[in-house]
């Protein structure tokens, strides 16, 4: 592995999720000007989130599933639409070459 490739910058950092305000506490080299006093007293730099596991709608189980069926079935259309339409188009091109 090469040497010095991470930064050596880590300290503790306040996370806060900006849709739903929750926060929680780790280590990161995140650069951020602002600060927030954390559970224990202590002030740590602040890093707002726009989304996060709290409000990701993956973990909090509001996912919505797309109709793949329905998706299929319409590709499935278009493709015999073009497929007929082909065929009609070749029908009339053999037909000119016969009547010459």
Not at 68 to 75: C, H, I, N, P, Q
Request: charge should be positive; include cysteine.
């Amino acid at each position: 592995m090469k040497a010095d490739t991470h930064p050596k910058s880590y300290k503790l950092t306040i996370f806060r999720d900006s849709a739903s305000g929750q926060m929680f506490l780790t280590k990161s080299c995140a650069h951020t000007s602002l600060t927030a006093k954390w559970e224990d007293g202590q002030e740590y730099p602040l890093y707002l989130m726009g989304i996060s596991a709290f409000t990701h709608p993956f973990y909090t189980g509001q996912q919505k599933f797309v109709d793949t069926a329905g998706r299929v079935d319409k590709f499935q259309q278009r493709a015999a639409k073009t497929a007929a339409a082909q065929a009609a188009k070749a029908d009339a091109e053999s037909s000119k070459k016969k009547k010459k």
